[in-house]
Nanobody, 117 residues
Framework: VQLVESGGGLVQSGGSLRLSCAAS????????MGWYRQAPGKEREMVAH???????DYSDSAKGRFTFSRDNSKNTIYLQMNSLRPEDTAVYYC????????????WGPGTQVTVSS
């Protein structure tokens, strides 16, 4: 499975960014896809994801500010991030999970999001 991320960058506090991640190459049914992030010195944490039944979950910090969406026809997910804060600064990783018995999931290379105060 290949994951191609785009959309990171530098933005001022209160600004917006839109991340996208396109998945290709899976030979198994879809299970989940989402965004995680990891700030320096911190553990990787879930930001938002969608499960195979269409349920979308957000972290508490993302609720009300970030909007997750998926284009099934393109197997692409998006994360619209509004009202960004300096504490949102992190590397954002796309995650994809299918029902392959041999893999726990796939990670994209990550895209840097930096929010200046």
């Amino acid at each position: 499975v290949q994951l191609v991320e785009s959309g990171g960058g530098l933005v001022q506090s209160g600004g917006s960014l839109r991340l996208s991640c396109a998945a290709s190459g899976s030979a198994y049914p879809f299970v989940a896809m989402g965004w995680y992030r990891q700030a320096p010195g911190k553990e990787r944490e879930m930001v938002a994801h969608i499960l195979d039944l269409g349920v979308i979950d957000y972290s508490d910090s993302a609720k009300g500010r970030f909007t997750f969406s998926r284009d099934n026809s393109k197997n692409t997910i998006y994360l619209q991030m509004n009202s960004l804060r300096p504490e949102d600064t992190a590397v954002y990783y796309c995650y994809y999970k299918d029902s392959s018995p041999s893999r726990l999931g796939y990670w994209g290379p990550g895209t840097q999001v930096t929010v200046s105060s």
